[in-house]
């Protein structure tokens, strides 16, 4: 208070608490024009980066029936406090101890609206209207009842390899997963874009939010994670690795979580991790499978010069990346048969053609989807959030490609290179000046983001080849 009145003539200071671990939970209130309220449970919102939310869930793992209704109770009372009607959202900040903090109001729809359409049955977008016409509600708070859970991932036009940075360009693949029932769960996907059509850099980066909604949590995130293995994009950048490997993250599963969940986890951004376990046998089978199946196709090619001379050889040498699976393949019923060098036997079995980008079938007794990229060579398999460049070779093909040199990308050199697409803000240096290591070289507006470009070393500037106001 001291300090405060010799450097501003007033004493008086403000405290705020400090809550640990925070979570962030919003409860949505519905209002007609006739003083009615009711509150349709919580969302937990809780996995965000930069303050922007990623994944929301309905219900939250954290609360009980006691606390969601103290929380409901005070968001409704707000809501009549200020003759509020329509939807909206009351966030909160939460403790771990379910204590919690009202943070504000927001009096729209939100992002995440659909996992509570999940859970309840409703629809916000239909009530809104109709109360909006002046309509009453056509329930009352008991008969709000929670089912099951649901999970929402926000998939984002951003590359998470490289901190995030935006990515614009052309959808050349654009094929969402089935959208309606699948077993126990119900797969939703609410999007504004279509195969062929651009994403630009004057908007944010969301391309869809894609939901799924089961009996349980631990349901409703492996439906949620099957899902993103089958969303395929291509064409731009986009997170969908990152969300799948959140799906399979253990605290993610726990339901231990905080605002502080991604930077707690990935304290030096995302890589796309090599594939390990289950996921890494899942990954090779598929490719053994998806091999033989190009092989089988080129062995019935018409007009060969020396037809009936191709020799089948079961053994085979599975690559992921620089890791060796040995299996023997062969054909049983309508699968193929993968047999690895330990004695475990897996049965494969797809309607995959070549050239579509989501291979979906089983694996064993398991249901999976893989996405499938071509390269030299073989083909880029991604699954559960783990991707591998895989080659199927004989014995002696991979004899001879452990020769083969590894191909080096050439570095930018002395340039500063704009790392994503964007509108110049500001260049604050100039020819002949010299910078430091961490100076701000350039301002690039992306996506309703300023990206600031430092110097990655000590220079002099030599020349400056851009000017504010200018497209990169």
């Known amino acids: 208070r001291a300090e ?76 009549k406090a200020v003759g509020y009607d329509s939807a909206g959202t009351v966030e909160f900040v939460a403790g771990q101890d379910k204590s919690f903090y009202f943070l504000e ?7 995440e609206h659909p996992v509570t359409e999940m859970i309840t049955g ?5 009530l809104m209207i109709r109360v909006a016409a002046g309509e009453k509600l056509p329930l009352t708070q008991s008969d709000v009842k929670l089912n099951g859970w649901a999970v929402e991932s926000r998939v984002y036009a951003e590359d998470p390899t490289r901190n995030f940075l935006p990515s614009i360009g052309r959808l050349v693949t654009y094929r969402p997963p089935a959208e309606g029932p699948s077993g126990t769960a119900t797969v939703r996907n609410d999007t504004g874009v279509q195969e062929g059509g651009e994403i ?26 099957r899902a993103l293995d089958a969303f395929a994009i291509e064409g ?71 037809p009936g001379v191709v020799k089948f050889e079961r053994e085979r040498i599975v690559m992921l990346g620089s890791e060796p699976h040995e299996v023997s393949i062969s054909d049983e019923n309508d699968a193929t ?14 309607s995959w053609v070549p050239g579509n980008p989501v291979w979906t079938g089983t694996v064993g007794a398991s249901v999976v989807a893989v996405q499938v990229r071509a390269i030299p060579n073989g083909v880029r398999l991604i699954h559960g959030g783990r991707a591998a460049e ?46 430091k290591a961490g100076e701000a070289l350039a301002v690039v507006e992306a996506m309703k983001m300023e990206n600031v470009l430092r110097a990655e070393r000590d220079a002099t500037i030599a020349k400056v080849v851009a000017k504010e106001g200018d497209s990169l």
């Open 4 to 79: 405060a009145r010799n450097a501003f003539g007033d004493d008086r200071v403000f405290i705020e608490k400090f809550i640990e671990n925070p979570r962030h939970i919003e409860i949505q209130v519905l209002g007609d024009k006739h003083g009615n309220v009711v509150y349709l449970g919580e969302r937990e919102c809780s996995i965000q980066r930069r303050n922007q939310k990623v994944i929301e869930e309905a219900p939250s793992p954290l609360l009980d029936d006691a606390t969601r209704r103290k929380m409901g109770e005070q968001a409704v009372a707000l809501a």
């Open 105 to 111: 109001m927001n009096t729209r729809l939100q992002v």
């Open 122 to 126: 409703l629809d916000l977008v239909e």
């Open 200 to 225: 630009p850099i004057y908007y944010d980066p969301m391309i869809a939010k894609l939901v799924t909604h089961a009996p349980t949590r631990a349901e409703a995130i492996t439906s949620q994670a």
């Open 236 to 306: 731009i950048r986009h997170n969908i690795p990152f969300l799948a490997a959140l799906m399979a993250h253990p605290r993610w599963q726990s339901g231990h979580l905080s605002t502080g969940f991604i930077a707690e986890e990935f304290p030096n951004g995302f890589s796309e991790a090599a594939p390990e376990g289950e996921t890494a046998r899942t990954i090779a089978a598929v490719g053994a499978a998806i091999d033989h199946l190009l092989n089988e196709r080129k062995r019935g090619i018409s007009g060969q010069l020396r």
């Open 337 to 350: 048969l993968v047999a690895f060098a330990d004695g475990e036997r897996v049965a494969v079995s797809s």
């Open 390 to 435: 895989v080659r199927v070779y004989t014995r002696r093909e991979a004899e001879l490609a452990a020769f083969m040199p590894e191909k080096k990308e050439a570095g930018a050199g002395k340039a500063l290179l704009c790392p994503m697409p964007g509108l110049v803000k500001s260049i604050p240096v100039k020819a002949g000046q010299e910078v």
